[in-house]
């Protein structure tokens, strides 16, 4: 009796053992995967945007945007104005006028041998009134609009898109310069 005890006992002993050998590590034991992604998005950026309008390759007019943002958020700035179209009897509809920059981040820590390790998904949006002053008639909207993905070298300034007014001899370029903050 006493040597099937001993059986026993060595054989639940000898499954526990393997059952624990087979059990992954706990998360206090190794970082998981998660908390590597988790601390690779708390990396902050400072984004500073120039929009600068040229006519015959001179510039005319220069707009500065910056802001904040951490790994892996869709940020936005939007200035501009609501206007009221009025599309039936009595019925309107608000149309945005101005600027609206929308961006994301991602870290890309895989290009670092590259000189970066940040890559960029812009949408920009510019739109104006074609004639200023225009009482009386619905308004004519002219929009440019810039849609860019790229890899993006810190501290440099890099141009993500440029293009042409077709109604005047201006063209409109938008570039970026990102820091990583501390």
């Known amino acids: 009796m006493l040597k099937k005890t001993a059986f026993w006992a060595a054989l639940v002993w000898a499954a526990l053992a393997a059952v624990a050998s087979a059990t992954p590590p706990t998360p206090q034991s190794e970082p998981s995967k998660a908390a590597a ?3 690779k998005s708390m990396n902050a ?7 600068a309008e040229l006519e015959d390759g ?3 007019n220069t707009r500065q945007y910056s802001m904040n943002s951490r790994a892996n958020d869709w ?4 200035i501009g104005t609501r206007v009221p179209m009025e599309f039936e ?4 509809q608000y149309l945005d006028v101005g600027t609206n920059i929308r961006c994301r981040l991602t870290d890309q820590a895989d290009l670092t041998s590259l000189g970066s390790n ?3 998904s812009a949408h920009a949006e510019i739109s ?10 619905q308004p004519i909207i002219r929009e440019l609009r810039i849609e860019a993905s790229t890899v993006l070298a810190l501290g440099k300034p890099m141009v993500v898109g440029v293009v042409d007014d ?4 201006r063209q409109f370029q938008l570039e970026v310069t990102v820091t990583k903050l501390k």
């Open 166 to 169: 077709p109604n005047s001899r």
């Open 58 to 60: 001179k510039k005319i």
């Open 118 to 120: 940040v890559s960029l």
């Open 45 to 51: 950026y400072r984004l500073d945007f120039t929009l």
């Open 89 to 92: 009897q009595g019925k309107y």
């Open 75 to 78: 940020n936005e700035i939007k």
């Open 37 to 39: 992604e988790s601390d």
């Open 128 to 137: 104006n009134f074609a004639a200023p002053e225009q009482p009386g008639r």
